[in-house]
């Protein structure tokens, strides 16, 4: 699993229940809390496993919550403001944004060569609603896109309704299988849609 | 038919000399612009006009520098060879732009359709462009999107190679640190020998060793023998000056490097000093102890010198101290 996750997760239990929660995760997932995992280098994939394991315990949130409190975290807290950024070129509307959901994987490799993310389909039903499936191996992404969309609707100022799967005892956030996602657009432009221009403020060399 | 020339986007407007309805060409290119067989400006996309207010009747080539062709002063030139062009607005901000010129099939006219190339992301911060200024079929977002990602990668990167070469300089730091005392250790004392050495500036090499220490060890443990060990070297910081160099080499051996130090009174009265401080009782772990320390100096001037011979120069003088018995500082014989 590459190492931005790891870090995501290690950011993620930071910024929501501080420094003394990521010690206990780590204890319980094993790790050294005090070894920042490194961005770029890529770790077994039960690393990645035992670090949302431990957590959802931690936290005392089931895993599905977890992952989708961490994709909400990544496009709404400031310390991810590039991820936030990024998912913006998008698209100019939400519903632009979610055409060019399919191309989210490649725009993510594009970014960052060795980062993976599995494909994702997007299908329009007749009643305007939305269907978006996400490919197995790692249902966990899933939930995190269902975070990602529920931020991002509030930050093109969309009201849309998400329908994630039942959590399935034998699947498990973390297992195998692919994800079913249902969304509906209840209103474009509910509130104003927070500011975003192409290019970032200039930076001091 | 400039006259009747609407600039909104999307209202009915007569046919350019281009063969395709103003809104449809706009659609395609709007960054694209008809100059009319004199140099004026008939038509502006868009997305130009956003850059420029007013394009429309001003002559092309009062609004734009052509870089290349270099000299291009005429609708001929812009459209010779393959119509490629470099070109940028005359006023501030100077914005660059490539472009392609083509000839239009009636009336000695040109279609230029211009793209900001490599400036664009000053481009867009300039002139607060947005995704609908670009064609749909225009690479532009991707650039920009691009742009940001490596950005943020980099900003990343660079983090982490502070954080790295922090831990580098610790653990180097750890290296070159005796771990009981704090003092240097011989690899680190070694290197500053061989530096002074190169530097080929006077300095002094003080060797010390402790007297009664073994007893210490012996009677009151090591752990008493460490106190000894932290109080003199607490003792050898204190008298240093900056630039100095206090080590520890091992057991109860010391040594001081002390650049720009050779007079041999002032390294009398250090070595004096050093030896009555560490006389001084010693509260360690519950008891009292008594050490003293012998001292041999050896004086560089600079020239020809050599690490290995200043060193066994400083020992044969510390010996002397220990067999003239003990508690003393002793010059070594000449200079090296």
Known sequence: MHGLINRAIQGFAIDTAGPDAW??????AAIDPNQPFMPLMVRNTPVTHRLLQATSRVLEKPAPV???????????????????????FGGETFPDFLNSLEDLP????????????????????????YTIGVDAPHRGYGYVLCGILRALADDYGTLALLDPPPEEPDAGAFGAGSFHLGLTLIDVSFAEARAFSLVGPERGE | MTASRQSEFGKARPAAPTGLAPEVLERLMPMHLVVAADGTIEQAGRTMTR???????????????????????????????????????????????????????????????????ISIVDAVRQYHLNAGDFAETDLA???????????????????????????????????????????????ALDDALQTLVDG????????????????????????????????????????????????????????????????????????????ARIEEPIRAGGVTCHVSASIGVAVSQGTNADPASLLSRADAALYASKHAGRGRCTFAEGEG
């Open chain 2, 200 to 275: 080929g500036r006077p300095f002094a090499v003080l060797q010390m060793d402790l007297d009664h220490f073994k007893a210490v060890n012996d009677t009151h443990g090591h752990a008493a023998g460490d106190d000894v060990l932290l109080r003199v070297a607490a003792i050898l910081s204190g008298q240093i000056r900056k630039g100095d160099i206090a080590a520890r080499l091992g057991g109860d051996e010391f040594c001081l490097l002390l650049p720009g130090t050779v007079d041999p009174d002032r390294l009398s009265a250090l070595g004096k000093t050093l030896i």
């Open chain 1, 106 to 129: 490649g725009r993510a490799r594009l970014a960052v060569s060795g980062l993976h993310l599995p494909a994702i389909r997007l299908c329009q039903d007749r009643d305007g609603s």
């Open chain 1, 23 to 28: 010690r206990r995760v780590a204890r319980e």
């Open chain 2, 141 to 187: 977002i991707e650039m920009l999107y691009l742009v940001e990602a490596k950005h943020a990668v980099m900003s990343d990167a660079e983090r982490l190679t502070a954080q790295i070469y922090g831990a580098q300089q610790a653990a180097e730091e750890r290296a070159a640190t005796d771990a009981l005392t704090g003092l240097r250790n011989r690899r």
């Open chain 2, 51 to 117: 850059l420029r207010a007013g394009l429309e009747g001003q002559s092309f080539f009062e609004v734009f520098d052509l870089r290349r062709p270099a000299g291009a002063c005429s609708v001929p030139d812009l459209v010779a060879g393959e119509g490629r062009l470099r070109l940028g607005f005359r006023d501030f901000p100077r914005t660059a732009f490539k472009a392609t010129a083509v000839p239009l099939p009636e009336g000695g006219g040109a279609l230029v359709n211009l793209s900001f190339g």
């Open chain 1, 66 to 88: 977890v992952l989708e409190d961490l994709g909400t975290w990544l496009v709404a807290s400031r310390g991810t403001a590039p991820i936030r950024r990024l998912l913006r």
